[in-house]
């Protein structure tokens, strides 16, 4: 599994090397509890800006386009996307400053949502949301109803996952 920093001040050196050794555990974690793969699966950690520009970067590569997104991605916790290899996990630095436990609640759910990427028609269904984002396609009203409502779905099945971190500190320790 690749796991890098990226446009990350030696600041956080910390959280990075944090990441480095808890996200393999929290790939084959999730995996055993869900009885699915996690798949082929980058980790970077970065600032705002550079989860932008990795994001970016891969929408690119995978729609094969150097067209710009119409909606750019809102600041968050993390962010998990495809890449051309699989997913992509940007982890965003700042607000897990000297936070090693929310750090591993973001690993496991972000590995929840590398599994969903990896089943049946995920990756096509995503492929078609980022088609529209980069004005390559548009998505008829219900389709998007339906992404929408799988997003969610998504969300909740990550959010309820992330009670495995507390595992993870164990393992870690
Ligand atoms: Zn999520």
Redesign the pocket.
């Known amino acids: 599994m690749r796991i890098y920093g990226h446009r990350l001040g030696g600041r956080y050196a910390m959280e990075l090397a944090h990441v480095r050794e808890t996200a393999p555990l929290a790939a084959r974690l999730v995996e055993r509890e869900m009885g699915e793969r996690v798949g082929s699966v980058e980790v970077a950690v970065s600032c705002t800006d550079g989860a932008r520009d990795l994001l970016l970067a891969a929408h690119q590569a995978v729609l094969g386009t150097r067209n710009k997104p119409r909606w750019r991605p809102a600041a968050a916790l993390a962010h998990s996307t495809l890449s051309t290899s699989g997913t992509l996990i940007v982890i965003e630095a700042k607000p897990h400053r000297g936070d090693l436990g929310l750090l591993d609640e973001t690993l496991v ?1 972000e590995f929840v ?1 590398a599994v969903q990427f990896n089943r049946g028609e995920a990756r096509s269904g995503m492929v078609r949301h980022l088609r529209n984002n980069y004005g390559l396609g548009d998505l008829a009203w219900a389709e998007c109803r339906a992404a929408n409502k799988q997003v969610a779905r ?2 909740r099945e ?1 959010e309820g996952m992330e009670r495995l971190a507390t595992r993870l500190s164990k393992a870690v320790a």
């Open positions: 759910h949502h998504n969300e990550a």
